[in-house]
């Protein structure tokens, strides 16, 4: 099976589609402030995990840097709502992205660079020809066109890894205070680990990266409702 990262056309005025959308998800997690490291914040987003009390309504409004006391108190709140294989630190946003559209929308956009958006045709061919691992999460989108398809936000579960070897040396160290793991920037020629790839999967995310991984048989299926503004560049594994 080969594998591709969704990514943005290079050019941006290339695109044929006009769809727009400004939405934040329902609950996030604060950037911390690291007494070593200063504000740090990611950008993973699991829009299928949905918060209850105390998290809930905790998370929905504190979105500025906060300390690392009570960036501790957060985690410990929204840990047991998470399944275990996600991580849960700062900047992490979760439940559906809320906010307003406008424009019209291909198959698949990917914007802004850390979000893949389906539209609802699409889930319904992916979810048809059996293309497993999609976790697309509708987004509640107010737009003024009455006949604006639903358009759900692709969840990418950090289940692969990058290989090593194309990560080299540019890392920053875990951070034992704040609990930060280890970063690294994206390199530009990369490549999967092959035995980290989840078995099964044609849609999952790389720990570290915000990449959202699809197979060619994801790739074929959503190809045949017609052109989209994305590309995909192939990720091979070794
Ligand atoms: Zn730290």
Redesign the pocket.
Known sequence: MRYFSVERLEDADAGQWSGEYRARHRWGLSG?E????GV?AEMDAFPSVELSGEAASTLAEQRWPTT?EEYNRLVALVRPLVPPELPVRAGGSFGPMVGTARGKFGPITNWPSWEVVLREDAVELLKAEGVTGVIAVRMELKSRRSNMPALYELEARPLAKLHPDCIGEWKTPP??????PETFSLPPKRWLLRSSIPEGLDVFGVEGANLHVVSERFVEVVQRLGPADVTYQELPAA
Do not use: A, F, K, S
């Open positions: 911390v690291c007494p070593r490291y740090w690392l951070c034992d205070i704040c609990g930060r």
